[in-house]
């Protein structure tokens, strides 16, 4: 029997899915009690370093958990988890952390030429010491999703079990005796993160050595992710679809084409499935309807969710309808609840669409953040590598930067009557509606307001084959200094090796190819390597 000190904050269903898909059962904690008579401990700490802490403290689990790991009992951190071991962070400064690991956790240097913060994705570990934990272990990468970290000092010496490097070198790994925590996700690394979760499950004890060799120096994956356009077909079934510049019904001469119907490529729990084993670095599901009105309780894409996180062991992120609304029955739902209900069900990272587009319009008009906007809100809760902008962008083209008041380029591929230039407009409503917001703009006031990945769409290539975007994927990528996953247009293996080689861009997603099965995740992935880029 586990514990499990869940508080209610962040997708802590994936730990416990694992937890069960292992073959242990699972308690959690209710009360201080709880903690007290735990015999073996897991806390996979959510969000962001203040926000944790001041709820161990309201539920009055803070000194339990003291006296538990004090005890000499088995304890298994997780992320945040590891960060509260130490005495504190600079992301929440004046909050006192649990002081057994002395130090202070530290901001991931963002300085302009230095590596994207957070750190997100698929990155080694240098084992530093023997330890039963890393039994079985042989060099996979593991997911890290972080925008602090700590550091090793001579003070914490004893404490240090593996390390990370991502910029600098960093504390990936702590243990001493039965305390062990780790910064890395094991529950959304795939089989390899099982592994070690089930070594602290099956230990009596923690501290036997086991002795495992790794690489010296380690190094950050680039993500191939597999994108899962949802929505409902006419009868109402919840299918994956993909559209065309985001036209999703169908065109042509045969019956169904002619009747226009949804495209159907499949449904959404078992082609994600499908995808976690062939390899996709994570899974991002789009509720391509969003945009409408729908009861929370009747969310279908919650049940997705759920379903989904209980087989497949990689980062999921949801995006579609995340925004503050009153549904046609009159009840009132704040941004920071929809999320929240996303998060509870599954999803590591929410992304959001035509909000960010509507607050960046606020934004312009007020000249300054309002602290209310869903990206805020969302961000300060469950931390910014937690909320991804998905800008759906189209170019219009110019004769010249002077007609408009936008961000231009100016164009390898001229528009139809010649223009050399050419802006991105943001979109909303599916690409409905556009609006007078330029993709960088907007992706550079959404990480100033606390975002903290983008995933850049194009409508002009969504399903064309053609590649990426690379004018607007670097036009954005040199004007933030978050992730940025490149997407819409891979039509062959080629096109994701130019899109990391020309733009250094963290992570490329496609939709099409997958699904039709013409480039499997594997050739991507073989590809890559034979590239010498960095892959999982
Ligand atoms: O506005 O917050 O409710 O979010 C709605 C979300 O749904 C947005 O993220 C938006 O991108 C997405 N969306 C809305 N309508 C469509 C549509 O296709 N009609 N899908 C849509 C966007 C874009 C991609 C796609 C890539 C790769 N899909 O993510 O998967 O273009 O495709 P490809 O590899 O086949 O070229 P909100």
Redesign the pocket.
Known sequence: MITLLDYGAGNVRSVRNAIKALGFMVRNVSEPDDIRRAEKLIFPGVGAFGSAIHRLQTDGYLEPLREYLHSGRPFFGICIGLQALFDGSEESPGVAGLGIIPGRIQRFDSSPGALSVPQIGWNGIHIEKPSFLFSGYEREKLYFVHSYRALQTPENQDWILATTDYGSRFVSAVQRGNVAAVQFHPEKSGTAGLAILKNFLTADDLSSPHKVTTPTETKLAKRIIA?L?VRANDEGDLVVT??DQ???RERGDTDSERSGQVRNLGKPVELAKRYYEEGADEI?F???T??RDFPMEDQPMLDVLRATSERVFVPLTI?????EYTDSNGKYYSSLAVAAEYFRSGADKI??????VYTVEEYNQNGRASGKSAIEQIAKVYGNQAVVI?I?PRRVYVHSPSEVPHYTIKTTTPGPDGEEYCWYQCT????REGRPVDARHLAMVCEELGAGEL?V??ID?????RGFDLELIKLIHDGVSIPIIA????GNVGHFSEVFAKTDVEAA?????FHRKEVPIASVKAHLGSERIEIR
């Open positions: 994108c356009d993909k559209g985001y036209d999703v991002t789009l509720n391509i969003g945009f995006g579609g309808g995340i925004r992304s959001i669409g035509s909000d960010a998905s759906d909303v409503r599916g690409g995933l769409n194009c290539r969504d399903g064309t084959g997407s819409s247009g891979a997603l496609a939709a099409g190819i």
